[in-house]
């Protein structure tokens, strides 16, 4: 750590603090994680969920880990820096974004989205203090809860943040999967382009309630297995009609509308995959390259090592992203719905930032 120079703390969650730093010898700005939890086993390290998915991220929409550090039995994670989060963005804001902005943002967001699912990993917990934003340029942070898709349910422990949390998370399924993240980003979405939260459930069963606010108190032939789930845990749904997202998003386009109720659809198959929402009408004016045409110069590179050991006075363990795993993708997609575009549609290039992404996808 002493090649490390602290600048100051930029953020303090639930499982560590992080700080601003210097690298002294490259000049480099890079975000420290330092872990609150002692770890006394570089394995132990290793084997978490931030570092296990973190380190087969390769993204330019995924916060990028450069370095773990065991230094005397504390766990540090260097990270790319970056400027703020979504929330810092939203808070204390007199006026709204343009509807392009949040379009810039989400369609960013979910092209990590749609890199992490085909990985094989979903989030759970997407919310706007998991979104870093360094100018034009938004990452996905924050893979503590993350999971493999193929890991063995049941999912028992704590997950994501109450407003953002999907209603199969509330009503305690074992399973689920990828669509979790789906939901989120509908809340966050609306969250975007109004700087309210959709769902502000103040406990599990409000937050419910919130939702059959917004969207209706699903009906048995809309979400039967949501209705299986309530008989489970002896919940019965509040009897609300919901209202028409448009009257609570009085700014938005009629495309962001129907986006955003797609990805707030109380049966998770019936929400679009990330890879479907790309092809949307709402982000028809950006610039998508699909998977298939991208650069397939992708390699596997050589597994992560154990780690190096440290001088016997301060004991330290290193990784490093040159040593990161590039897996194969697997695909976990259900159809395409009629809203969305034909896939493999390219859109005209608008923005800047996305020349950059460009760029960065197709030389990965
Ligand atoms: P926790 O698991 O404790 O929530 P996070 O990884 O989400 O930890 O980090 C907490 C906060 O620290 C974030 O909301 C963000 O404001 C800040 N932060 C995290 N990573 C970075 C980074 N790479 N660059 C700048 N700030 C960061
Ligand atoms: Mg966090």
């Known amino acids: 750590m002493e090649r490390y120079k602290v600048i100051k703390e930029v953020g303090n969650g639930t499982f560590g603090s992080v700080w601003r730093a210097l690298n002294k010898q490259s000049g480099e700005v890079v975000a420290i994680k330092k872990m609150k939890k002692k770890y006394y086993s570089w394995e132990e390290c290793i084997n978490l969920r931030e570092v296990k998915s973190l380190r087969k991220m390769s993204h330019p929409n995924i916060v990028k880990l450069k370095e773990v550090i065991r230094e005397n039995d504390i766990l540090y994670f260097v990270f790319e820096y970056m400027e703020c989060n979504l929330y810092h963005l939203m808070k204390d804001r007199p006026k709204l974004f ?34 870093l934003v360094s100018k034009d340029t938004i990452k996905i942070a924050d893979f503590g809860l993350a999971r493999e898709i193929n890991s063995k349910p049941p999912y028992t422990e704590y997950v994501s943040t109450r407003w953002y949390r999907a209603p199969e998370v509330l009503l305690q399924s074992p399973i689920y999967g990828p669509a979790v993240d789906m939901w989120a980003m509908g809340a966050i979405m609306a969250e ?37 789930l309530a008989g489970t845990i002896n919940y019965q749904f509040p009897q609300i009609p919901g209202v028409n997202l448009s009257v609570l998003l009085p700014s938005a386009s009629e495309d962001a509308v129907n986006l955003i109720t797609s990805l707030c659809s109380w049966d998770p198959c019936k929400r679009p995959t990330a890879v479907e929402v790309l092809q949307h009408r709402f982000f028809q004016s950006c610039f998508y390259v699909p998977p298939s045409l991208r650069s397939k110069t992708a390699v596997a590179r050589t597994p992560p090592s154990a780690g190096t050991k440290g001088s016997s006075e301060q004991k330290t ?18 159809p395409i719905k009629s809203q ?5 549609v390219q859109r005209k290039l608008q923005m800047n930032y996305q020349v950059c992404c460009l760029g960065k996808l197709l030389i990965r």
């Not at 309210?196 to 297995?225: M, N, Q």
């Not at 969305?340 to 493999?344: D, K, L, R, V, W």
Request: aromatic residues 12%; neutral net charge.
């Open 98 to 131: 343009l509807e392009s902005e949040v379009r810039n943002w989400c369609f960013q967001i979910f092209q990590g989205l749609a890199n992490m699912h085909q990985r094989g990993y979903f989030h759970r917990d997407l919310k706007p203090e998991n979104l």
């Open 192 to 228: 975007l382009l109004t700087l309210r939260p959709l769902f502000p459930g103040s406990s599990e069963a409000d937050e419910i309630y919130k939702i059959c606010s917004v969207i209706g108190t699903p009906s048995k032939s809309e979400w039967a297995h949501g209705h299986e």
């Open 317 to 334: 363990n290193r990784w490093s992203s040159s040593t990161l795993t590039n897996p194969k993708p697997s695909s976990n997609f259900s």
């Open 340 to 344: 969305f575009s034909p896939a493999g």
